[in-house]
Structures are given as structure tokens and as C-alpha cells.
T-cell receptor
């Protein structure tokens, strides 16, 4: 089973700062990597699919990069509504494992 | 408007069974794969199971393989999860989620329900 490891566990930043989140896979997932945002009491929201494609309605400040085993989600300038937990997810052979999450909190 | 509404959760004793349902509307249900994802209280997301549009491809997490069975009824626009031999560690909010793309391959999840809570306790 492919394991996804996200780092850091918590990121403390101020509004307007740049956020860089990492997701590393235990083996290559090609570009089949997605990023989700989850706020308390809400279902997750798809941000990025296939490593670098923004989902419908997602602001341009969110971007994704990487392939193989190393991936990055970047939020160019944090807005107040961006403070949340972010998960990466891979899909291969009908298995859809998630990383453990990175919490982006207000500093 | 896409809607996914889960039901069937509740309190159940260890070793017993429960069947979850997800009623879908607002899209052509039989064009898309569907999934169950769970979240234990205060924990992260765990993909549980997925099923292709025609039930031809099915996957399970190792943690539920052999105990849970996913199925769908395209005529009723419904997704199901039969959960047997439940354990305390199965306690979680169970979400139904829809694939982004149609077709045979698994895709990311663009719509999610609000979840149904399953509590396994004696």
C-alpha cells in the first residue's frame, strides 16, 4: 500500500504570507496526486487534481507541483479563509490513500 | 445541483453489522465512480472503498477488506456500504464522495456529502 507523508504537521503563518506544504509518496504515483482543504465541521473540498490542475472555482493563489514521489501545494498569499487542514491523496489501482494532513494555523 | 445524502449511521455494538446508504442527485449517477471516505473523531481522512460506474472495478482499504462490501444501484441513484464485524476503530463520520471524471479509472473526489456518524461501542 502506498503511504503518503505530509510535512509539516502544523504551519503557523500570518495572513498575506506564503504557505508551502509537502507530500511525499512511498513509491511513485506518477501525477495522480490531489489536494483537499477541510475546515472544521465541513466536508473536504477538492483544490488540486493530477498534481497541478486547479479544480473548478479554486482561486489562482493555490497551486500544485511535483510528480513521482514529491509534491507541493503552495498558497501564494494566505487569506483569512485559507486557515484549515490540507490533505493530499493518491489514486492508483483502485486505492485512494490520504496523507495525515497539514494544519495551517494563524500565527 | 449535485447532492449526496448519506444515511444509516448510528450506535452499534462490536461485532454487529450496519448498512450505509448514499442518495445521489443532480448528476448522471451511472457515469461516475463513487467512494466512501471516513474520518474518526479528531483524526484525518481515510479512504474506505470505491466502485466504478458499472461495478466492474472495486477497491477496499486494507483495514476493511473482508468485512465491508460496497455496492451501487444505478436505477436508484444510490451507493451502499455493508459493514460487518464492526470494531471500535470503525467509529467515524462516513462520507460518500463522487469522482470528478466519468469513465473507468478512479479520479479525485469533487463532491462530498455531509456524512453519517457510525459509533461502535458496547
Amino acid at each position: 500500500e502506498i503511504v503518503l507523508t505530509q510535512s509539516p504537521a502544523t504551519l503557523s503563518l500570518s495572513p498575506g504570507e506564503r504557505a508551502t506544504l509537502s507530500c511525499r509518496a512511498s513509491q511513485s504515483v506518477s501525477s495522480y496526486l490531489a489536494w483537499y482543504q477541510q475546515k472544521p465541521g465541513q466536508a473536504p473540498r477538492l483544490l488540486i487534481y493530477d498534481a497541478s490542475n486547479r479544480a473548478t472555482g479554486i482561486p489562482a493563489r493555490f497551486s500544485g507541483s511535483g510528480s513521482g514521489t514529491d509534491f507541493t501545494l503552495t498558497i501564494s498569499s494566505l487569506e483569512p479563509e485559507d486557515f484549515a487542514v490540507y490533505y493530499c491523496q493518491q489514486r492508483s489501482n483502485w486505492r485512494g490513500t490520504f496523507g495525515q494532513g497539514t494544519k495551517v494555523e494563524i500565527k | 445541483e449535485v447532492q449526496l445524502v448519506e444515511s444509516g449511521g448510528g450506535l452499534v455494538q462490536p461485532g454487529r453489522s450496519l448498512r450505509l446508504s448514499c442518495a445521489a442527485s443532480g448528476f448522471t449517477f451511472d457515469d461516475y465512480a463513487m467512494h466512501w471516505v471516513r474520518q474518526a473523531p479528531g483524526k484525518g481522512l481515510e479512504w474506505v472503498s470505491g466502485i466504478s460506474w458499472n461495478s466492474g472495478s472495486i477497491g477496499y482499504a486494507d483495514s476493511v477488506k473482508g468485512r465491508f462490501t460496497i455496492s451501487r444501484d444505478n436505477a436508484k441513484n444510490s451507493l451502499y456500504l455493508q459493514m460487518n464485524s464492526l470494531r471500535a476503530e470503525d467509529t467515524a463520520l462516513y462520507y460518500c464522495a463522487k469522482d470528478t471524471f466519468g469513465g473507468g479509472a478512479m479520479a479525485p473526489f469533487d463532491y462530498w456529502g455531509q456524512g453519517t456518524l457510525v459509533t461502535v461501542s458496547s
